[in-house]
């Protein structure tokens, strides 16, 4: 397996347009994740899914962000509109089970760097 | 991360050991986690502590857990300059049912020196 995929590596664009991350997770994997990751903030769990349905997004910033998971190999998440205080990497990660707290590895895709200016 | 902290920074000599800390706040997490993350990458698990030992040691690395005052380590001995990377440590903490969520630190960035 190639692991997680997430495309685009990198993305610019301008604020107020709609920007769509997307996200591949390891074949078999009943678990994803959304992360977000800033200086300042360090990382933060925006939302995870079990089985394509989403289980916990209590982490997502607002309601300009949206996150799908139409099936079990394709994930996606949305801001729209896109301000600058979006600008941050954004990681997407899958595992086999829930909890991560039995020693279970999540495993992380390369990230997408968004800037929004 | 929320209430996971750690040094942002440490510099050491390639051959010496390098020592990056951790707190934590849930005592009742049962696996605490030191990720690594390479320039431009995601992050990679490096090794994992039950909450019941207090030392884990796979190769070049030692974990030492400290429950008490809530407190991990990750020791790196005889650093490379390979070994430069952020490292974060991170807690499972339970939210409800049988679900935990992993809570990362803000990553300590290990610089070796050649």
């Known amino acids: 397996d190639a692991g997680v995929i997430q495309s685009p590596r990198h993305e610019v664009t301008e604020m107020g347009q709609e920007v769509t991350l997307r996200c591949k997770p390891i074949s078999g994997h009943d678990y994803l994740f959304w992360y977000r990751q800033t200086m300042m903030r360090g990382l933060e769990l925006l939302i995870y899914?079990?089985?394509?349905?989403?289980?916990?997004d209590s982490g997502m910033p607002e309601d300009r962000f949206s996150a799908k998971m139409p099936n079990a190999s394709f994930s996606t998440l949305k801001i729209q509109p896109s301000e600058p205080r979006d600008s941050a990497v954004y990681f997407c990660a899958s595992s086999l089970a829930p909890s991560l707290g039995d020693g279970t590895e999540a495993f992380f895709g390369q990230g997408t760097r968004l800037t929004v200016v | 991360g929320e209430d996971v902290e750690q040094s942002l920074f440490l510099s050491v000599r390639e051959g010496d050991s390098s020592v990056i800390n951790c707190t934590y706040t849930d005592s009742s997490s049962t696996y605490l986690y030191w990720y690594k993350q390479e320039p431009g990458a995601g992050l990679q698990l490096l090794t994992y502590i039950f909450s019941n030992m207090d030392m884990k040691q796979d190769q070049r690395l030692t974990v030492l857990l400290n429950k008490k005052d809530k407190h991990l380590s990750l020791r790196i001995a005889d650093t490379q300059t390979g070994d430069s990377a952020i490292y974060f440590c991170a807690e499972s903490r339970r939210y409800g049912g049988a679900t935990n969520k992993l809570i990362f630190g803000t990553g300590t960035l290990l610089a070796v020196q050649p």
């Open positions: 899914f079990n089985n394509n349905v989403p289980i916990d």
